[in-house]
């Protein structure tokens, strides 16, 4: 009796470790691949505790989270044949533990090989610019180099971004004069912009304050206003040139209306003399002229000069001086000394 029951002691023992050999737990981030003879189960184990046959299963756990995997620095030749080093981060998961345990001996290590190839291949098919500027849609095709051969061994990428371009030192500072200029460029630009709206608001100005003499007054006013306010001793008033153009303006019609009564004065005083000169007043005046003439011309030269008899004011204005001769001008009528006795 006390052997029997020291046999079902035994075996009962037995059976727990047969059983705690066969017993397993599979965490929350795990799936389990059983491989019962070498061969793997079509169904894969979830969490929790799981038995397997002893010497029989054997079992291998699949990791499920998002595994976060650097790129090596990779450098490279790109398309504008500019020599650059990039690196990058993939972020991928297992969607299919059994093919992940299976199809590949290290899923991790393979993606990080896709990866790195991948990431060549993409710096030669693209330019500089887009390595620094259009990194978004490298992103995605370089997503979609690494997902094509892992989508067969159960990995889903989730992401794949680039980390870092290094350029060389002399394109560096290439690209820094570059900027420099670019910025100096549109520096000047705006500038020549805000001076071209302002002529035009000023040209604007000018003709509403020349429609409005009003205007200019009192923009006038407002300079003195702006300069008295800074509270100087000496005001300084701006003289304005639209009232220069006054003067000017009112110069010229001036002179010309003294031209005109220039002109109408001559022609009445020219009407009067000769009125006076037709006149028998006026004859006998011009005579008596004529005559105190000849006494002084007697005075200088041999002869007295002959007195011409009255007649019209035409006939007198007919000979040089209003009908004086020279007496030191020979004529036909009158000998001269080489033809006296």
Same mark, same amino acid.
């Given at each position: 009796m006390d052997g029997a029951v020291i046999g079902v002691v035994i075996a009962f023992v037995l059976g727990l470790l047969v059983l705690r050999s066969g017993m397993r737990v599979v965490n929350q981030v795990e799936r389990g691949v059983v491989f019962r003879w070498g061969k793997a189960l079509p169904s894969y184990r979830h969490p929790g505790i799981t038995f397997l046959v002893p010497f029989a299963d054997r079992m291998r756990k699949v990791n499920v989270q998002v595994v976060t995997m650097p790129v090596p620095t990779q450098e490279g030749i790109t398309k504008d044949n500019v020599s650059v080093k990039v690196d990058a981060v993939v972020y991928f998961r297992v969607t299919d533990p059994i093919r992940a345990a299976i199809e590949v001996q290290d899923y991790i290590f393979a993606v990080g090989q896709v990866a790195q190839s991948s990431l060549r291949s993409i710096i030669g098919k693209s330019d500089l610019d887009d390595l620094l500027t259009d990194r978004e849609r490298l992103h995605e095709g370089l997503a979609l180099m690494i997902d094509s051969p892992a989508a067969e061994w159960g990995i889903h990428i989730d992401?794949?971004?680039?980390?870092?371009?290094?350029?060389?030192?002399?394109?560096? $500072?290439?690209?820094?004069? =570059?900027?420099? %200029?670019?910025? @100096?460029?549109?520096?000047?630009?705006?500038t020549a912009d805000g001076e071209f709206q302002a002529a035009q608001q000023l040209a604007n100005a000018s003709r509403i304050m020349s429609d409005s003499p009003e205007a200019m007054q009192l923009r006038l006013l407002q300079t003195v206003v702006e300069v008295a306010a800074e509270k100087n001793s000496t005001l300084v008033m701006p003289f304005p040139v639209e009232l220069l153009r006054y003067f000017e303006r009112a110069t010229k019609r001036l002179d010309q209306e003294v031209e005109k009564n220039d002109r109408e004065n001559g022609r009445e005083n020219g009407r009067e003399n000769g009125r006076e000169l037709e006149a028998p007043e006026?004859?006998?005046?011009? $005579?008596?002229?004529?005559? =105190?003439?000849? %006494?002084?011309? @007697?005075?200088?030269?041999?002869?007295?000069?002959?007195?011409?008899a009255a007649g019209t004011a035409a006939e007198a204005g007919a000979g040089n001086g209003a009908g004086v001769t020279d007496p030191r001008v020979p004529s036909p009528e009158r000998p001269g000394p080489a033809d006296r006795p």
């Open positions: 992401r794949v971004e680039i980390k870092d371009v290094q350029l060389p030192e002399s394109l560096k $500072r290439s690209m820094s004069r =570059q900027a420099e %200029a670019e910025r @100096e460029r549109r520096a000047r630009v705006i006026g004859q006998a005046a011009l $005579r008596a002229g004529i005559e =105190q003439i000849a %006494a002084v011309a @007697e005075q200088f030269g041999p002869g007295p000069a002959p007195v011409p």
